[in-house]
């Protein structure tokens, strides 16, 4: 009879696997990352098998003093990820049998690599996504501040990047409010989705040991087990979901960017970068560039790319579990750490910066803005909208071919299109004014805003709230 070859799975097998086949399978070099999730796994585990007397109270406190040594040897130092091992759950099994002998080998009874990998990655996502959302909080935190700072401070609004209405920095930066606390509400939704223990499902048909499902879910404060077998080794959606929620962010955060570039730039001047965030040039002593703003622009691409990679991956795979489902962890961490640098960096990077308030000001004083206002007052004095579309229309030709602003035409100039003028058309087209008058709910107004920004206070204390529960759990 041949020798067999010894490993996880060499009962089956008579000989060595090829080396660059070893290579080409092994994952311990980047899902070492689920330690901590593979020993927290494996101690729920161990504990509801020595419960149902499927191993003995001894064995079971062999393995948990095991574990416990090995987590504190890892974080201490003490002990290297690394070696021969095929993946993080070889290295875990294999020195814990070192450590407590043959106890160490009882741990995986009623357990397959295909729901143990399964459980691991959900724990390091489900962590991963509250990460995710408190760095959000904090740059919500950011934002909310400067909409209170700037309440009064006018800058041009534009579409299509032209100057179409005055409104204010506090406006323009609530808009991006919400954007990111539509991510924080939809990484709750992926939270909710997640947090079911695919531990039990075995390689995908369960086991005939007498397993309880619902304790090791409740000891990993998991809503319960997954409801079917099959799904539990086999689903990816959560992963998916993540990174398709870190896309949009990433989508919000490079429209943002794009702005600071633009706002950065000489010709606009809106805002001026703290040497922290910006770099300058080899060559030409004058610059100051963008750089952090222009590499989140950038690396949203690459976050698109990971979750592109896992969709590709992902559908036309039979069930239940195939290899191919291990490349979810590389594009996944990458993704993670991706996203949370570049939060963290644009937090830091508006926080820090300043706002040229009467260069923004002066701007929306240029192009116009206040063209839509001009048309109100004469509707307020009876002429069809229609009408006065197309008398301020000519106005505005007028006023270029002068050189002027409508500010700066005379009574005269204004009575020469339409006697409905009067002298309020001043007041009117005041960009304080016209800011100030638009007061409907979501609008740049100061009452408006005011009354948007208490909301803002409210909504965000209670994702606050809500973040400590889960941080707590």
Same mark, same amino acid.
């Given at each position: ?49 020595? !419960? ?12 948990? $003093? ?21 993946? +993080? ?42 990460? +995710? ?85 409740? $000891? ?19 992963? =998916? $979901? ?18 600071? +570039? ?82 963290? =960096? ?61 500010? $700066? ?10 006697? /409905? ?17 638009? !007061? ?11 009354? /948007?920004?208490? !909301? ?18």
């Amino acid at each position: 009879m041949a020798e067999e070859f010894q490993g996880l799975w060499g009962g089956r097998f008579t000989k060595e696997t090829d080396t660059l086949v070893r290579k080409f399978n092994d994952s311990l070099s980047f899902d070492k990352r689920l330690f901590f999730a593979d020993i927290e796994g494996s101690l729920a585990h161990s504990s509801m098998l020595s !419960k149902q007397g499927i191993i003995s109270e001894e064995d079971g406190k062999k393995i948990r $003093e095991g574990l416990l040594s090995i987590k504190d040897d890892v974080t201490s130092g003490k002990l290297k990820i690394e070696g021969d091992y095929e993946d +993080i759950h070889s290295f875990v099994e294999a020195k814990l049998t070192e450590r407590v002998g043959d106890a160490g080998k009882r741990l995986h009874t009623g357990r397959s690599r295909n729901d143990q990998v399964a459980l691991d990655m959900r724990l390091f996502a489900r962590s991963s996504v509250v990460e +995710i959302r408190g760095l959000l909080l904090e740059l919500l935190d950011t934002i909310l501040s400067i909409m209170k700072d700037n309440v009064d401070t006018t800058m041009p609004g534009f579409t299509h990047l032209q100057k179409a209405q005055p409104i204010t920095l506090s406006h323009h930066m609530g808009a991006y409010f919400e954007m990111f606390s539509r991510d924080c509400e939809r990484l709750t939704g992926i939270y909710d989705r997640m947090n079911y223990s695919p531990l039990g499902s075995g390689a995908l048909a369960g086991t005939t040991y007498p397993l309880d499902r619902e304790m090791t879910a409740h $000891e990993l404060s998991f809503k319960g087990p997954m409801r079917n077998s099959i799904d539990g080794v086999s689903d990816r959606d959560y992963l =998916l $979901e993540s990174l398709s929620a870190m896309s949009i962010i990433m989508m919000h955060l490079s429209r943002l960017s794009e702005e600071i +570039i633009i706002w950065n730039s000489d010709e606009y001047r809106f805002i001026e970068l703290d040497d922290a965030y910006s770099t300058g040039s080899s060559i030409m002593p004058q610059k100051k560039n963008p750089d952090i703003a222009e590499l989140v622009r950038g690396k949203t691409g690459r976050v698109y790319g990971a979750m592109m990679s896992l969709f590709t991956t992902m559908k036309a795979l039979p069930l239940a579990y195939d290899k191919d489902m291990q490349e979810d962890k590389e594009v996944f961490f990458d993704a993670l750490d991706t996203v949370k640098s570049c939060i963290i =960096l644009t937090n830091g990077e508006i926080k820090t910066a300043s706002f040229n308030k009467e260069r923004m000001k002066a701007s929306a004083g240029g192009g116009f803005t206040n063209a839509t206002d001009a048309a109100d007052y004469l509707v307020k004095k009876g002429v069809p909208f229609r009408d006065a579309h197309g008398i301020i229309g000519r106005i505005i030709i007028y006023a270029i071919e002068k050189g002027k602003t409508l500010d $700066e035409l005379t009574i005269e100039e204004y009575k020469g299109f339409s006697e /409905s003028f009067d002298n309020d058309i001043y007041e009117a087209i005041d960009l304080k004014n016209c800011v100030d008058q638009r !007061k409907t709910t979501g609008a740049p107004g100061r009452v408006a805003m005011l009354e /948007s920004i208490k !909301k803002e206070e409210d909504f965000l204390l209670s994702l606050h709230k809500l973040q400590d529960t889960l941080v707590g759990k």
